[in-house]
């Protein structure tokens, strides 16, 4: 199965600055990848996502870039809020019907 | 009120006793997937089904058995076998119409003594 890695597995920030989170994966035919927010206590959502022909897309203050050579992606909130307070999973997929969930990277953002 | 259900919230049972959690979705999805998830070990897929009456193992299946008879339903069920059954326990579904995107239960959260 894909071998998936999230760094850094926590991060703060002070409101206002941006926040980028990598996952490496390993299996070279992952053609989708998603990042899902989960709040405490709450489900996974997912916030954005991209498909492998697809080198970055954004969503407001949201971005993922892809890299596909080097085999990762990268989540970026720019402008953070207390809100955006939570764990936040990547979760590359070859095919749509097996998902390789990260560890995880705990966000706070100190107000 | 559309969407994906999981019950009971939490669970409480003794060692040597399997246990079904249950899973529901009105979404009209055609694939469901059974996760675990584990403080700092993210989700990991238990089971995965995605058309009615068939399902796939997933990385960690030993000691959990699921059926799908029913679009609609997808339950769990924990036995004796699973050697650290507590955890907390995701449903999710999703479509393969354009999107992969999984839509996840609220979880139940189950203990074994």
């Known amino acids: 199965g894909e071998n998936v890695e999230q760094h850094p597995s926590t991060l703060s920030v002070q409101e206002g600055d941006s926040a980028v989170i990598k996952c490496t994966y390993s299996d070279s035919a992952s053609n989708y990848f998603p990042w899902y927010k989960q709040e405490l206590g709450k489900r996974p959502q997912l916030i954005i996502d991209i498909r492998s022909n697809v080198g970055e897309k954004k969503d407001q203050r949201i971005a993922v870039t892809l890299n596909k050579t080097a085999k990762h992606f990268s989540l970026h909130i720019t402008e953070t809020q207390p809100e955006d307070s939570a764990v936040y999973f990547c979760?590359?997929?070859?095919?749509?019907?097996?998902?390789?969930f990260g560890t995880g990277t705990s966000l706070t953002v100190i107000p | 009120d559309g969407g994906i259900t999981q019950s009971p919230k939490y669970l409480f049972r003794k060692e040597g006793q399997n246990v079904t959690l249950s899973c529901e979705q009105n979404?009209?999805?055609?694939?469901m997937y059974w996760y675990r998830q584990d403080p700092g070990q993210g989700l990991r897929l238990i089971y995965y089904?995605?058309?009615?009456?068939?399902?796939q193992k997933g990385d960690i299946a030993e000691g959990y058995s699921v059926s799908r008879e029913k679009k609609e339903s997808f339950p769990l069920t924990v036995t004796s076998a699973q050697k650290n059954p507590t955890a907390f326990y995701l449903c999710?579904?999703?479509?393969?119409?354009?999107?992969?995107?999984?839509?996840f239960g609220p979880g139940t959260r189950l203990t074994v003594t």
């Open positions: 979404l009209n999805h055609d694939a």
């Open positions: 089904s995605q058309i009615v009456n068939d399902f």
């Open positions: 999710a579904s999703s479509t393969f119409a354009g999107t992969y995107e999984q839509y």
């Open positions: 979760a590359p997929s070859d095919t749509g019907n097996q998902f390789y």
